[in-house]
């Protein structure tokens, strides 16, 4: 297992459960438009510096931040708080494994006050990594999604054979790699793992076969930044289609110096 260290920022709006509601309750449409701006916004500021945002439950995303340091973390408030009639709070951590810095993160943010108590604003806790480390990103794909899905089952019937695997997927990494995997549309999953081997993938493979009966192929890639380790995964998925194979990995350019 090659050594990784990640490094994850918990992102949690200031007391939005009060202020959707206040002074009267807001349109649903309304408050799922801020959050899909807000979250397009934080994807574009955060991968400025080479980092990842996963949506999760909107009103807490989880980003991956390798080489994103305070300061950046602070311009992030910023903007929001320019743009927004909402702030954010930010708990970092890092770890040998993705599970145990976002445990980190949460308790980092838990400690600072609750999500929906209004004395709690615009918190930053946690420390970056003092040195440089890589991070393992891997990106899952359905084999011939259109094919056996999307041209032959009506759409909610895709949505739940994808939604299916991907569930399978997440807990897996979860529970036996430490690892976080978010759907990031289409028949795509991104994890961010620990530096796992070509075996360990061979085998969550596998495993979502026999428990969704869906297929899968992935790309893996490491790099100092999560942007560029995604990238190195993105070519070694590409690699996977142009081989056949179900496992790829690569590294980025970084690493590769490094």
Same mark, same amino acid.
């Given at each position: 297992m090659t050594v990784t260290e990640t490094q994850v920022t918990l992102i949690q709006i200031d007391n939005y459960g009060p202020w959707t509601v206040s002074p009267t309750p807001r349109r649903e449409p309304d408050l799922q438009t801020l959050q899909s701006r807000l979250y397009a916004d934080l994807s574009q500021l955060v991968a400025h510096d080479g980092g990842y945002v996963f949506s999760t439950r909107f009103d807490n995303m989880i980003a991956v931040t390798n080489g994103i340091d305070l300061s950046g973390h602070r311009r992030i408030q910023a903007a929001v708080r320019n743009r927004y009639p909402v702030t954010v709070s930010l708990g970092v951590a890092t770890g040998s494994s993705p599970r145990e810095a976002v445990g980190e993160a949460t308790a980092t943010l838990q400690a600072a006050g609750s999500a929906q108590d209004s004395d709690r604003t615009e918190i930053l806790r946690g420390e970056p990594l003092c040195e440089d480390g890589t991070v393992q990103i891997a990106h899952f794909d359905v084999n011939d999604a259109t094919g056996q899905y999307t041209d032959e089952l009506n759409a909610f019937d895709v949505?739940?054979?994808?939604?299916?695997?991907?569930?399978?997927?997440?807990?897996?990494?979860?529970?036996?790699?430490?690892?976080?995997?978010? +759907?990031?549309?289409?028949?795509?999953?991104?994890?961010?793992?620990?530096?796992?081997?070509?075996?360990? +993938? *061979?085998?969550?493979?596998?495993?979502?076969?026999? *428990?969704?009966?869906?297929?899968?192929?992935?790309?893996?890639?490491?790099?100092?930044?999560?942007?560029?380790?995604?990238?190195?995964?993105?070519?070694?998925?590409?690699?996977?289609?142009?081989?056949?194979?179900?496992?790829?990995?690569?590294?980025?350019?970084?690493?590769?110096?490094?």
């Open positions: 949505f739940r054979h994808i939604d299916r695997g991907y569930s399978a997927l997440l807990e897996y990494m979860y529970d036996a790699h430490d690892s976080l995997s978010f +759907f990031i549309g289409g028949d795509n999953v991104i994890s961010v793992t620990p530096g796992l081997d070509r075996a360990a +993938f *061979a085998e969550t493979i596998e495993h979502v076969e026999e *428990a969704a009966g869906i297929e899968l192929k992935v790309g893996v890639g490491r790099d100092l930044t999560a942007g560029d380790a995604g990238m190195a995964a993105k070519e070694a998925l590409e690699r996977c289609r142009n081989r056949g194979t179900r496992v790829e990995i690569g590294t980025g350019e970084s690493a590769g110096r490094a």
